[in-house]
């Protein structure tokens, strides 16, 4: 199920995969980094899980230096995790429509206005309210969504609409065919070049 950013740290956070990882109940089954950029840094990401059946429960990625030491957050960030038998991961691609729905805060990246500085923090301490108060709801509710009969009606009727829309497309294909070549046909004298 995609999540964006904030629930899926919510969820991670909420949850008990750091005593996990720390006590040794999920082992590394898989780690990689990105070469070091010009600045020292480099991305590093860890995929944990259950050294039994080694099926992946967490993905986590941070930024570290060449001596080891966490930066930019000091956090690892959660990017895919499978919680109570439901997979979370992030919304994909690199529109922009995309980006705000993976992290509302990514839309303006780098920048030097005060007030968008002001709202990205803001926007981070509710987020972080919300956590604590209430929960990761936006993943509560959209796998209620999907697991309803509700969703399954909607499924149903879009499928419908689709199929009907097909049909009348398939049924009108000759009539189609005959406007366009109406409107394609020379119309008058037309000069014949031998």
């Known amino acids: 199920m995609t999540v964006d950013a904030w629930t899926l740290k919510c969820l991670y956070n909420r949850s008990d ?8 109940e999920f082992v590394s089954l898989y780690e990689k980094s990105s070469k070091p950029r010009a600045n020292g840094e480099r991305t590093v ?6 050294p039994t059946d080694r099926f992946l429960m967490v993905r986590l990625q941070w ?10 957050s000091g956090l690892k960030e959660p990017k895919h ?15 922009c429509w995309q980006q705000f ?17 002001c709202m990205k923090k803001q926007y981070g301490k509710w987020r972080r ?35 009907r829309y097909r049909r009348a497309r398939k049924a ?16 008058g004298p037309v000069l014949a070049l031998s």
């Open 81 to 95: 995790m499978c919680l109570d038998g439901i997979d979370y991961h992030m919304h994909g691609g690199d529109t």
């Open 45 to 50: 990401q860890v995929y944990y899980g259950r």
């Open 129 to 163: 309210y919300k956590c604590n108060r209430f929960g990761p709801v936006e993943a509560y509710w959209r796998s209620w969504w999907f697991t309803s009969g509700f969703y399954g009606g909607y499924r149903d009727s879009a499928d419908s609409v689709v199929r």
């Open 172 to 187: 009108l294909k000759p009539y189609r065919s005959a406007v366009r070549r109406f409107f394609s046909e020379p119309r």
């Open 17 to 24: 995969y750091p005593q996990r990882i720390e006590s040794g």
């Open 63 to 72: 930024f570290e230096n060449a001596e080891g030491e966490i930066l930019r």
């Open 101 to 117: 729905r993976r992290d509302p805060t990514n839309v303006i990246p780098r920048t030097a206005n005060n007030f968008v500085i």
